[in-house]
Structures are given as structure tokens and as C-alpha cells.
């Protein structure tokens, strides 16, 4: 009685002293033996209040709080989860809170609750407590401690196996001590379960009334205080409404009866999740649920995940489902994870023509398995996953079945068409397969065949036109060394490629070509491809993000021009020293519309005055230039650094290029100064060479064929140069003696010249139109621009033409030390002529028969 007195007393004074401590926000332990512990900076960690319309949400998550705060006696929500509540004894925290609705108290070591903890919470419709450690409070009785709450929709219970403690799971049916709760009845209101199967009725006494679950959504654990190794349908007959099952094995489940749901004609969704059972039950298991749910009409959804272990299941597809052609509702299937592998080729034909949707991942299917015992025969479904296709510890006996055990295709091609619309298959054990080029996926858009190394190294050429919805294709890490030229043409409509990881540099420049019809494309992967030469993007003008990271390109060939949507290039890891002006001027163009990423770490980027103004850009562009500071800088000394200063690294760069440029530009001009000079004097030297010629080319001459070959036809006999001042002695002795008397056709300047033409080119025509050119040469003649410009073309085109053609007539004596050198050189180098100065006829008409024999002679 002493020792009651004194437990009593204490007790008192510890709920006491708490009490005046939570008022003045100190904490004292809960326990009445360990060391008082004071804490007060967690206690200043208040509760966050939100509100919304008439609604009040109480956030206290995530404090570390040891005992419920007072709270709002308006609030509707209060989530008081991963917390330290450990017990909640005789204060109800929640009293007087009628409009509460939700009460989530999930992640707490929570080991001990008053009875009346939800009394009076008449409106509460969601009540959450999952990982607890309520399976120890052997009094806990939840019709007691759920009285009340009629209008419980949602309800979880679930616990949380203790730490650092070795603990072996016991069956339910032995129904010992730790399995405390006893009549629990009150949870059959809710329509949401969520509970450990030490909450399921393991059979029901016809003495006792029978109550009846409207439990709808049923998520099953099994079992950590206790577990079934065999379900039944004496589990379940006292749920008649439910539409989903979700059953969690963690631990054994061995067995599942053939009927143990065949009464839940309502049920539309079932799952089951395995924790790897035992090789020889996963198979019965699978064929059991099969059998189960054969009457279940309005069944939508079955999951069978992870229900074997890692070892190999000779998996028989006519009978494991031979149960599901009847679900006429039946629209997705799951088995992932159960090592499953055909054992021959099988014709898997017994899934319901309503199925659209196959999830086979983490299993051994071949990619033929996949193509020809599923696809082949069940062409409706539109999204297939099998990804992952390495759960196998056995060696492959999958040999040559596309050549033995199935039928060959009949020689009229025939379209196969598929209703596939999503196709996972990745890390397969066995070589890829593609199909037949008669194989048609017309809705087929999401496509990822990553991770397979078996590939027969190329995509084949009738891929595309066999899938021309498609919209994301993943193919990376595939060891693809070849592209064949149509096998992406028609995928006009894709968006994502990811060819990342393979060995496509071995096509080279050719690569670009291949992409070229990609006029959708958003994003392109190609990195770590070894590829040293991509110079072309401009069809893919909707292109958003390009990575080519870890490749050999030298430099960015491909112009960004069209490419105005571009928001992200990854060029790191690469051999690249610098940015084109191109390069620049696009990035430029796009980031003055909207924000552009470009990545070039990885490369040695040349710091040197040809490309300091390639600095100065990344200094001043709007483009990000991500990690930039990590950027290496070669210097022309050979010497390295990162781009973390910039600036300082552009202006030591930028004054000892300029102390160059001033050397340079002093010697270019220098140089130039030279050139200028020889060219001019070049140019004098040669100056009626280049007339001559410029305007040689510029006069077609006909000729006539002779039987040296062919000879030029004349349009004159003699071409007349003279001054104005001489008009007298050279027009008029020309017209009269000449033409008249002597029969020579003469041109002369004033009569025979084209109208509307240049004076240079009337005169280079007339002369080589002329068969030869008489010079009237006389001071006048001298001092005339023309005449000159007259003896210049003619002496060229008698070095030219290599034939007698100048004739030089002097007036007048004129001493030597006035006449040019030019005239000079042909009057010492062609006999010449004086006219008459006693203008004697008889002299006179020798003068002009000498003119007209050196003009006529053949």
C-alpha cells in the first residue's frame, strides 16, 4: 500500500509538473526515472496555421515535438506526423475540436494512447497512424478507441518493426498475446483501409452478429505482428463492396487459395506485392490469383509484382493466364520483377482483347519473346514496359528461334499492325530485335530500347517507316555503330532522340545527313559517341536542347541561325579550341530572345590575340556560359589556366596584343607602302600591255579558214593617226591620194568611228580592224594625247601580232632631243618616210605611191 502511495504521488507530481512547465514552454521527460531534460529552443518550433475559405490546416510536422501543443478549436486538419510522441495519456488534445475532419499522426514512435483520445470528433473522416508501435498496448481496444466516429471514411493503421532488435514473425492463426485488439468492428465504416493483417478477421462465430465492411479500398499488410501464410476468402467475405485490393507481403505469403476473392464481384483493381517467394510457390501463385479473379468481370487492373526470387521461372503463358481471355474489362496487367522467362516459344494469346496496357519489367523475356509471343498475338495493347530484362542467373537457351520454331512469314507481304502506342525494353540478355519491315506501329510515339549491348550494331533501314507516330525514342548504350540511310526519315513527328553512348563516329560527317528529316526534333542526345564531325541542325528548327558532350569535335560546324527556340548545348568534354563568329553571332541572335545554356568545359580553349575578341563576347554576352570559371585557357607559351579571371586574363591579353598590333600595322604598312609603290610603277611599265590587252578582249575579229589555216579578215587597209593640225596633208591627202586614186580603204577617225563608244576603244578597233597604221608624226602629232595613246597601241599590236604594220610619215624635222622615246624606238627600228617639204608633184606622188605600196603589200 506504501509503495501504490508513492508510484501515485509521483505520478501526480510528474503530470503536475509538466503541466506548469508547458505553460512557462519548458519540457521535463516524460519519464519518471530518466534525468529531467530541458529544451526550449524546440518549443519556440510553433505549429503552422493555413487557412482556406472556411477550412483551417495545422501544420506541426517535422518539430521533434514530444506532446501534442494546444491547438485551434476551429482547426479541420492537423498533421502531426515524424514526430517524438511516444505516449498520449489522460489530457485529450483534441477535446472540443468539432469541425476537425483529418488527423494524421503517422511516423511517431507512438506506443501508448488514452482510450478517449477521439471522443466528441463526430465530423472526423480521415484518421492516419502508420509506422506506430501501438501493437504494444496489449489493452488497446480500437472499437473503444473508435466509438463514436461514424463518419470514418479513411482509416490506416500500420506499424513499424522495431529497431535494432531481432524479431521472427508469428502466424495470425495463433492468435497470441501481442495480436491485442479484439474487437474491431468500428473500422468497418471506412471506406479506405489500411491495416496489418492483424486487423482481418481470421473467421467469424455464427454466435456473434455479423457485421458487414463497406470498405471499398483495402491496402493489406502482411505482417508484421503477425502474418498469413495463406490467404483465403474467409479473410475477405465480410468486405462484400471492395473495388481495390493492395496486399504488401512483407513477410511469407506462400499461398493464395484459388477462391480467395471470387467473391468480390465488385472488385476492379488488385495488387499484390511480393517479397521474393520461395521458386517453387511463385508459379502456383500466379496461376492461383489467375483462377481467383476468373468471375471477376469488372476487374480493371492486376499487379503481380516481385513474387519470386532471382531465380530463373519456366513461366508458361497458356497456363498462368489461361483465367484472363473472360476479362472483358481487364485493361492493364503488371508482372514485374518475377525473373520470368518462356520456356519455348509460346503463343501468349490469352489475355483479353480489352488489355492495353503490359508492364513485364525486371524479368528474362528476350526481345523476341517480347515481339512474337506477346506483341504478335495481342496487337491491341498500346504501351508495353519491358525494361530491365536482366533477372536472370542461368545460361540463355533461347538459339536461333526466329529460324526453328516459328512458322516462316508467307511470301506476300502482309501489314502486321499493331496497336502499340508505349514500348519499354531495356538491359536484355538476349541479341534486340526489330521486328519484320511489315510490322506497323501507327500509334506507336514512346519508344526506349536503352541499355541493350547484344544489337546487331545499326538500326535497320525499315525502322522508321514502320513507326511514324513516334515521338521519343531512347536508344543509348546500345554499342550502335551504323545508321543506315532510312532508317530515321519518316519520323517527322519525333521529338526527343537519345542516341548517347554508342560508337556513331565511325559514320562521320554522314551522321548529320541521317538526323536531317528529324523537322520536329526538341531535344537531341549524341554525347559520348566519339564523333569528330557534325556540321548540320538547320531542318530541326524546333530543336531546344542538344547535348554532344563527350565526343572528338575540333570545333561547331553547325550553323544555330534557324535554330531560334535553342535554350541548352552541352559541347563539354570535347577537342574544341574556339567559338566560330558564327557560333557567336547565333548564341548571340537566341539570347537576346530568351535565356540559352552552352557548356565548354572539358575543352582547352585557345587565349591568344586571334582570339582574344572571342573572350571579350564571353565577358559581354547574355548567353550562360555554365561552370565558365572552370573553362581552360591555352596560352601561346603553352602554359594553362582556368577562365576564373576573366577580365584580368582579357586585359593583360588585350595590352600585349596591342603593343603587337602597332608593330604589325607599322610593317603592313611599310609593306603595303612597297607593294603600292612596285605595283604603280609595274603598272606605268606596263600600262598599253594592259590597255592593249583589256581592250583586245573586248573586240571580236572575224577570221576567214585559208590552208595555213585561218586568216583575219580586214575591215581596213590602213588606219590614219594625225593631229588636227595636219588635217590637210593626212585626211586630205589620204581621201585623195590614197583612196581615190590608189584604191586604199583608209580609216579615218572623223568618218569611221563609232558614235556613242569610248574614243579608247574606237581607236584599239580601228587599228586592229586596220591591216596596217599610218602615223603622221609632226610636233603636234607629239604633243597630242591621243595620237600617243594611237602609237602605243599600234606598236602593241605589232608586237603581238607579229606582223609589219606601222608606217611613220614625218611632216615636219623635228630635233631628237624632242621626240619621245616611244616614237623614237620605231623610227630607229621601221624604215620612215618625209613627206615632200618642196611639195614638188612629182615628189608628192612618189610619197604617196610609197604609202600605197607599204599598205598593199601582201
Partial sequence: MKRLLIFVWTMDLHILT????????????????????????????????????TAVYVDCSNRNLTSIPPLPKLATSVDLTNNLLRMILFRNPFQGMSDLREINLSDNPLEYVTVNLFTGLFNLSKLIIRNSLLYKQTTLVLDSLLAGLYNLKEFSLTFELPKNRKFSPVPCSFRYKSQPFENIDAIGFAEILEIDTALLKWQTNETFKKVIYQTKSLHLINGFVCFYGTLTNRQFYYMPFLEMIKIDNIFLTSKLTDNFITTQKHLQHLAIYGPNTPYGYAIDLIYNVSVSISDLYKLKTLLLNGISNDLRLKFHCSLGLQNLSALNSLQSVSIIGNSLSFNSAEECDNFPKSLQHLDLQDNCFSSYDINYSVLFFNKQIKTLNASNQNRCSFKSLHKEWKQTQFPTQPAVETKNVYGLEWFVLTKSKEPLDFGESNDFYPNLTYMD?????????????????????????????????????????????????????????????????RLSNLVSLEVLNIADNQINCFNSVRSMRNLQRINMSNNQLQSFDASLEYNLNLEYIDLSNNRISKLSEDNMRDLTAIAGQHNVEVILSGNVLLCTCDTLHILEWMIKTKVKLVKRNEYLCSYSNGSISTLK????????????????????????????????????????????QIRYWYYKNKIKIPYKPTSYGYEQI????????????????????????????????????????QPGESIA????????????????????????????????????????????????????????ASIPVDVLDIINTYTYLKYPANKNDKDINVFWNKCAEFVLES
Fill in 449 to 513: 530500347l536503352s541499355s541493350n549491348f547484344k544489337v546487331n550494331s545499326k538500326i535497320p533501314s525499315f525502322f522508321s517507316s514502320c513507326r511514324p507516330s513516334m515521338i521519343f525514342f531512347n536508344m543509348s548504350k546500345c554499342k550502335l555503330s551504323e545508321i543506315e540511310e532510312y532508317s530515321l526519315s519518316n519520323l517527322s513527328k519525333l521529338e526527343t532522340l537519345d542516341l548517347s553512348s554508342n560508337m556513331l563516329g565511325s559514320i562521320g560527317c554522314v551522321l548529320s545527313d
Fill in 714 to 753: 580586214f575591215e581596213y587597209d590602213a588606219f590614219i593617226s594625225y593631229a588636227s593640225e595636219d588635217y590637210e596633208i593626212a585626211r586630205c591627202g589620204t581621201l585623195n591620194e590614197l583612196e581615190t586614186k590608189r584604191g586604199v580603204h583608209a580609216c579615218i577617225h572623223e568618218r569611221d568611228f
Fill in 18 to 53: 509538466s503541466v506548469i512547465l508547458f505553460q512557462t514552454n519548458i519540457y521535463i521527460s516524460y519519464s519518471m526515472t530518466a534525468p529531467l531534460i530541458i529544451n526550449i529552443d524546440k518549443l519556440k518550433q510553433r505549429c503552422d496555421e493555413r487557412r482556406v475559405t
Fill in 645 to 688: 579571371e576573366i577580365s584580368h586574363i582579357y586585359s593583360s591579353l588585350n595590352n600585349e596584343c596591342s603593343h603587337k598590333s602597332t608593330l604589325i600595322i607599322f610593317i603592313s604598312v611599310i609593306i603595303a607602302f612597297f607593294l603600292l609603290m612596285v605595283s604603280g610603277i609595274l603598272m606605268y611599265k606596263f600600262r598599253w
Fill in 761 to 816: 576603244l574606237n581607236i584599239s578597233k580601228g587599228i586592229r580592224n586596220s591591216r596596217r597604221t599610218i602615223l603622221f608624226v609632226s610636233d603636234s602629232f607629239l604633243k597630242s594625247e591621243w595620237c600617243m595613246y594611237e602609237l602605243n597601241i599600234a606598236r602593241m599590236e605589232s608586237l603581238h601580232s607579229k606582223r609589219k604594220l606601222i608606217l611613220t610619215v614625218m611632216i615636219e624635222t623635228i630635233p631628237y
